[in-house]
Structures are given as C-alpha cells and as structure tokens.
C-alpha cells in the first residue's frame, strides 16, 4: 500500500535484521532497491536467547511466584547452562554472537549452517540438522519454520 503511494520511490531501508515485512515482490517490480540493517542489535539480541536460556534452565519465574506466594523455592532447583549442548540454526552475526555467549558459559556449541564458515574465533561443531534435533518433525525448508516438539 505505502509502496503503490509513492511513485517516486526508489529505496527503502528497513531498521531491522528481517525484511519479510516489506513486499519483496512490489520492490524488485518497480526497481526499488530494499536494504536492511544487517548486524543491528545483534548483542541486544543474542544476550536475551541467552537470557531466556537461564532463565528457563534455572526456572527463575516458577521461583519467583512461589516465593512471592508465600512459598519456599527449594523444591525448584534449576540446572545451569554450563557443560550443556547449545545448537544454534544459522550461523549470521546473531548466530555466532549466541555461539560466542554459549562458549564463555562452558557450553558444547553444535551448529547447523547450510553455507561454509571458516569461524575462528568460536568453539562450534558444525552438524546435520537431524543430528541437532533428531526429534524435528516439522520439515525446514525455504519457509524457515522452526522445529515443533512432538
């Protein structure tokens, strides 16, 4: 709709990592050049997977309402993310970053990249996804879905 309105229009630059928001196809029709913001808050990012990692490992909010509930928390140990397997599907600037995290916690990171990468700076393991998540039934393809547990 935006695009249809501006007859002029020649680019747009979206201030995100995705653009599957904007319509690709309208763009390459008129010759309107689309840019995204590649690396943008890949720390941001890539801390809070982590973030979410910890905080489901380690059940911080089941502890949270428990104690206040009034309760004791100490039927709700968690575990931690240390020496724990980390896959990571995609290898991009946020990828990496998570792999990057994933090592200073001691974690063995396996990743699945359809593209070679020489990574130097990372321990990771480049795998099959079928061998990151056997239990995938969910097929990936070119729609990107993400693996569903059974």
């Known amino acids: ?34 840019h995204n913001a590649a690396g943008h808050a890949v720390h941001a990012v890539s801390e809070l997977a982590i973030g979410l990692m910890i905080t489901l490992l380690r059940r911080i909010v089941s502890a949270d309402a428990v104690v206040r ?52 700076d990372v321990a990771i393991e480049q795998v099959e996804l079928d061998e990151l998540f056997p239990w995938r039934v969910v097929p990936l393809g070119s729609q990107r879905q993400c693996p569903k547990l059974p």
């Not at 002029?8 to 319509?23: P, Y």
Request: hydrophobic share 45%; aromatic share 4%; glycine share 14%.
């Open 1 to 34: 709709m935006v695009i249809e309105a501006c007859p002029r229009l020649k680019l747009i630059c979206v201030a995100f990592t995705g653009i599957d928001h904007v319509d690709q196809a309208a763009c390459k029709a008129r010759g309107i050049i689309l």
């Open 69 to 120: 509930s009034g309760g004791s928390n100490r039927n709700l140990v968690g575990n931690e993310l240390f020496g724990k397997t980390l896959g990571v599907i995609g290898c991009g600037h946020i990828g990496l970053q998570v792999a990057r995290l994933g090592n200073a916690f001691g974690c063995n990171v396996l990743r699945f990249e359809s593209h070679k990468l020489r990574i130097d």
